[in-house]
C-alpha cells in the first residue's frame, strides 16, 4: 500500500503567514494493525535549498562563510556559525540558484556544479529539501569580495580552509552546523582521494 492511501488531511490551519508559512494539519494516519489514529501536526515551509561546498583540489582548500544565524543564537550558541555557502529556492533550480548564491555569498563564480545527494535536515518539523552540490573553484575564479546582500541584513564573511583543519573544526565544535558537516565528510571520502 503506498502511503497516499495511508494519509487523509483532514484540516489546514496556517497558524503564521509572515515570512514563510507555519501550518497545522490535521490527519488521520492509517496505523500497520489497520487503525486510523488522528493526529496533527505543525509544519514550516521555507520552500526548498541548495547548498555547496568549493573546493580546491590541489591545495586541500575549501571555502565555507560565517554569518549570523538568530535560531543558533536563542539556543546557546554564540550565533556565528561556519557554513556552506547556502540560499533558499524562491522556485528557481537548484543548480541555477546555487550558482548565484554562491557568487552573492562567497565572490566566486562557479560554472560546474555537481549535485551529490538531497536531504531533509528537519523532516519532523520543517518541509524544506535540501541540494547538495559541490564544484572546484580557484583564486582566478574569485569574480567579488561575497559577502551577501546588505539590504536584506546579510553581512557574510568568506573563509578558506584546508580540509584537514575544516575537519578538525567539527571535532572541536568550532563547526555545528549540518550540510556544512555532511559536505566536509562527503569531500574526505569522496574528493580528496
Ligand atoms: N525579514 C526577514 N528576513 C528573513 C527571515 N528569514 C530569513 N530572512 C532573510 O532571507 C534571506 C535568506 O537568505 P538565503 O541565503 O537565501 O538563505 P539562507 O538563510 O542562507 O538559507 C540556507 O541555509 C539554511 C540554513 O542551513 C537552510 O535552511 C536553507 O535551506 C538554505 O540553504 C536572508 O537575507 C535572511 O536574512 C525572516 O524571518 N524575516
Ligand atoms: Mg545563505
Given amino acids: ?32 494493525n489497520g487503525a ?15 547548498t555547496i561546498l568549493l573546493y580546491h583540489p590541489e591545495r586541500r582548500t575549501v571555502i565555507l562563510t560565517r554569518q549570523f544565524r538568530l535560531p ?6 554564540d550565533g556565528l556559525l561556519i557554513e556552506t555557502p547556502a540560499g533558499l529556492l524562491d ?15 562567497t565572490g566566486y563564480r562557479v560554472q560546474h556544479v ?12 520543517v518541509t524544506e ?8 573553484y580557484d ?10 546582500v546588505a539590504e536584506e541584513g546579510e553581512d557574510i564573511e568568506v573563509l578558506e580552509l584546508t580540509l584537514d583543519q575544516a ?5 572541536t565544535g568550532e563547526i555545528m552546523d549540518g550540510k556544512t558537516i555532511m559536505l566536509l565528510q562527503y569531500a574526505g571520502l569522496h574528493l580528496f582521494t
Avoid: C
Avoid at 92 to 104: F, G, L, N, V, W
Fill in 1 to 32: 500500500m503506498n502511503t497516499q492511501d495511508r494519509v487523509r488531511i483532514e484540516n489546514v490551519e496556517v497558524l503564521s503567514d509572515d515570512w514563510y508559512v507555519l501550518r497545522k494539519v490535521t490527519f488521520d494516519f492509517l496505523r500497520h
Fill in 36 to 50: 486510523w489514529q488522528r493526529q496533527s501536526r505543525e509544519a514550516y515551509d521555507r520552500g526548498n535549498g541548495a
Fill in 167 to 171: 575537519l578538525q573544526m567539527i571535532r
Fill in 139 to 148: 583564486s582566478a575564479s574569485r569574480a567579488g569580495a561575497g559577502g551577501g
Fill in 129 to 136: 529539501k535540501l541540494y547538495f552540490f559541490v564544484a572546484e
Fill in 91 to 105: 522556485l528557481a533550480s537548484p543548480e541555477e540558484r546555487i550558482r548565484a548564491e554562491t557568487e552573492e555569498e
Fill in 114 to 125: 555537481r549535485k551529490v545527494f538531497e536531504a531533509f535536515m528537519s523532516p519532523g518539523s
Fill in 72 to 77: 543558533a543564537y536563542l539556543n546557546g550558541h
